[in-house]
């Protein structure tokens, strides 16, 4: 059974950068026709998606945070990874990485695994 | 971007009744790309209806979508308490993927 599992920092001082990781078990991460990605949720708010990519080589960013974001893939390690530069308060949050399928043959790709999420607090 | 917009922020509802969830985004979402998910706290989010109106696998049939281009229903026929929680919809027709901004669903 495929499981995610993140790992962070927990703590980053602002204008550092914010580096986040994935592990993917009991599945490659190479199989199947999925994006791999980040959302995050800032304590009591909703939830906003970051990025993703395919193993293709595509790669999607959300425009109001792509300035800042960088994603990376490490096949061997069955692992991706994600790091945030000049991070500010309004970056705390719980950042959850995540997998996209196609779901019952809908024809759309829809998170449909998750990891327990990674809390990042930005504070000096 | 497509804005996703939730209603009502919160709902209050007792064990054993209905609860209409509305989102509606800011254009058509086109193949009806919309899901919803519930999410407890200190829990990631879990699929409970995917395509506006399909189930996902292993949610009960008081669970049910409707909806379709900028207005979408999620309707939970009989609340029961795991039901009592935080719902998200999602848009997945168009980069960036948006998510509305939540429903909490409270006991009355």
């Known amino acids: 059974q495929l499981q995610l599992q993140e790992s962070g920092p927990g703590l980053v001082k602002p204008s550092e950068t914010l580096s986040l990781t994935c592990d993917v078990s009991?599945?490659?991460?190479?199989?199947?026709?999925?994006?791999w990605g980040w959302i995050r949720q800032p304590p009591g708010k909703g939830l906003q998606w970051i990025a993703e990519?395919?193993?293709?080589?595509?790669?999607y960013y959300n425009p109001s945070l792509e300035s800042r974001v960088t994603t990376s893939v490490d096949t061997s390690r069955n692992l991706f990874s994600l790091r945030l530069s000049s991070v500010t308060a309004a970056d705390t949050a719980i950042y959850y990485c995540?997998?996209?399928?196609?779901?019952?043959?809908?024809?759309?790709?829809?998170?449909?695994?998750w990891g327990q999420g990674s809390p990042v607090t930005v504070s000096s | 971007e497509i804005v996703m917009t939730q209603s009502p922020a919160t709902l209050s509802v007792s064990p054993g009744e209905r609860a209409t969830l509305s989102c509606r985004a800011s254009?058509?979402?086109?193949?009806?790309?919309l899901a919803w998910y519930r999410q407890k706290p200190g829990q990631a989010p879990r699929l409970l209806i995917y395509?506006?109106?399909t189930r996902a696998t292993g949610i009960p049939a008081r669970f049910s979508g409707s909806g379709s281009g900028t207005e979408f229903t999620l309707t939970i026929s009989s609340l029961q308490s795991e039901d009592f929680a935080v719902y998200f919809c999602?848009?997945?027709?168009?980069?960036?993927?948006?998510f509305g901004g939540g429903t909490k669903v409270e006991i009355k």
């Open positions: 995540a997998r996209r399928a196609r779901v019952g043959g809908s024809g759309g790709h829809l998170f449909d695994l």
């Open positions: 009991g599945g490659s991460i190479n199989s199947g026709d999925y994006f």
């Open positions: 990519f395919r193993q293709s080589g595509s790669t």
């Open positions: 254009q058509s979402v086109t193949n009806n790309w």
């Open positions: 395509g506006a109106s």
């Open positions: 999602l848009q997945y027709d168009k980069w960036p993927l948006t």
